[in-house]
Nanobody
Framework: QVHLVESGGGLVQAGGSLTLSCAVY????????IGWYRQVPGKQRELVAS???????NYSDSVKGRFTISSDHAKNTVFLQMNSLKSEDTAVYYC????????WGQGLQVTVSS
C-alpha cells in the first residue's frame, strides 16, 4: 500500500520561504500523481499544486508564480518550494496521491507572520 510522509513546515515571516517534502513509500509503479493541499479552519481543503507522473506541474491561481512543485524520482519525494509567503498562506498543508489511494496524513502547519 502506498503511503506518504510529509515533512517541513513551520513559522516564517511574510516574504520568506519554506520547503515542504512528501516522501512516497510502497509504490511499485513509480511516483504517483501528487497533489499538495491546504486547509484553513472553517474552510474547505484547497488544492494548491500538483505534479503528474511525468512531472507536469499545475498550480492554483493563489500560488502561481510563488510556489514550485517538483519531483525527485530517485528519492521518491515531491517538494513544494514556497516563496514570497503571505499571511494568507497560513494553513495546514497535506500531500495526497491523486491516482492511487492514500489516506490523508496529519498535515504540516505553515504559519506566516506579518
Amino acid at each position: 500500500q502506498v503511503h506518504l510522509v510529509e515533512s517541513g513546515g513551520g513559522l516564517v515571516q511574510a516574504g520568506g520561504s519554506l520547503t515542504l517534502s512528501c516522501a512516497v513509500y510502497g509504490s511499485t509503479a513509480g511516483m504517483p500523481h501528487i497533489g499538495w493541499y491546504r486547509q484553513v479552519p472553517g474552510k474547505q481543503r484547497e488544492l494548491v499544486a500538483s505534479i503528474t507522473r511525468d512531472d507536469r506541474p499545475n498550480y492554483s491561481d493563489s500560488v502561481k508564480g510563488r510556489f514550485t512543485i517538483s519531483s525527485d524520482h530517485a528519492k521518491n519525494t515531491v517538494f513544494l518550494q514556497m516563496n514570497s509567503l503571505k499571511s494568507e498562506d497560513t494553513a495546514v498543508y497535506y500531500c495526497l496521491a491523486e491516482d492511487v489511494f492514500t489516506p490523508w496524513g496529519q498535515g504540516l502547519q505553515v504559519t506566516v507572520s506579518s
